[in-house]
């Protein structure tokens, strides 16, 4: 069984977090799932109290780290230095993804070093600024690390996952109880396209 | 400012209520939000904990009443009659809408009586089973009560509120920042056409 890590800290955007936490306990027997933070919990944006599982510093042990988002809690957690002192990413084994802001961190800890990568669209010129190479794209791929933006891009990041793990049986079992009624189709279109279409930039980089 | 208040219950499903919460957060000075139940908190499908604002017998005060969903906290709550005898909607006077089981609870309370409605499609049998004219469609509106299936659908219940309450741009200042990078033209698309066809097929009942 997979181990999958989110890494959390205060002040998060509550959808970014809690639409992971929904779509990755949306399949049994597939991975566990860890909160980790610096923290035994975390606040969100709206105030919202999560408990974490494990220490931050136990993203070395997790097969799979996902980091989330928050306007004002990514650039706080990027002065923490216990916070980012503890981040330490193994691309050559790890399966390491973001979402909105998130790619911020994965940024500062060097891992998308002239490597194209994206964020949610408000946050692009800040990423540029600190030289990130921004994409308008809901999902860049570099080998094993995925940057998405825009929340509801956790469809892709996570199907991503789930095809990387498993297979598109395995995504579809995940996204299509979220899928809007009626609209299973042209969800499904859209997703294996944008998936497909990262994976393919990628394969050239 | 308008007064929304979102039905919650124990075991509710996690991203139907976040997500929606983290909609209503996206607009400032548009309303207040309050979560009503019958505890003090209450605790999701996922095992998170939700502080309630205010009982549920205060929906007879809100502008707006939204009621969220849950494979098994919809039934529990459908038997509860504390639950059930507070929820005193008043369509007349009140913008009620509901997401994936949610309706169960609107068709129950005799609202969409011999009305079209929706659910998330794996409820659908369930909901035709107890008299619903279930639509495979993501949102059906019928005057002031809107029903939505598939979580994501969220993102055009919130869309259709912000229009009966305001207008177009007060729906695309919420939406905007969870529409996947590069994808704008794309959801905005969708979400217009999904909503109006709402709109328009309501016209004709």
């Known amino acids: 069984m997979y181990k999958v890590g989110i890494v959390l800290f205060d002040d998060f955007t509550d959808v970014d977090f ?4 929904d779509l990755l306990g949306r399949t049994a ?3 566990t799932v860890s909160i980790l933070g610096t923290k ?3 606040n969100s944006h709206l105030g ?3 408990k974490t599982d494990r ?3 136990e993203v070395v042990s997790q097969d799979v780290v996902l980091i989330t988002s928050g306007k004002r809690g990514v650039p706080a957690a990027m002065r923490d230095a216990e916070f980012m002192s503890a981040l330490d990413l193994n691309p050559a084994k790890q399966l390491i993804g973001s979402i909105c802001a998130g790619s911020f961190i994965l940024h500062e800890l060097g891992l998308l070093k002239d490597k194209p990568l994206t964020t949610n669209p408000d946050a692009k010129a800040a990423l540029q600024s600190m030289g990130g190479d921004v994409q308008d794209f809901p999902l860049v791929i570099n080998g094993n690390i995925a940057t998405a933006g825009g929340c509801l891009s956790l469809v892709y990041l996570i199907g991503w996952l789930a095809e990387r793990l498993f297979d598109s049986s395995k995504r579809k079992s995940i996204q299509n109880h979220l899928i809007p009624a009626g609209q299973l189709a042209l969800f499904e279109e859209l997703i294996t396209k944008t998936i497909y279409s990262a994976e393919s930039a990628n394969l050239h980089n």
Chains 1, 2 share one sequence.
């Open 40 to 42: 035994p919990e975390h």
């Open 48 to 50: 919202m109290t999560v």
């Open 18 to 21: 809690f639409l992971m936490y």
């Open 29 to 31: 027997n597939s991975w």
């Open 55 to 57: 220490h931050i510093s």
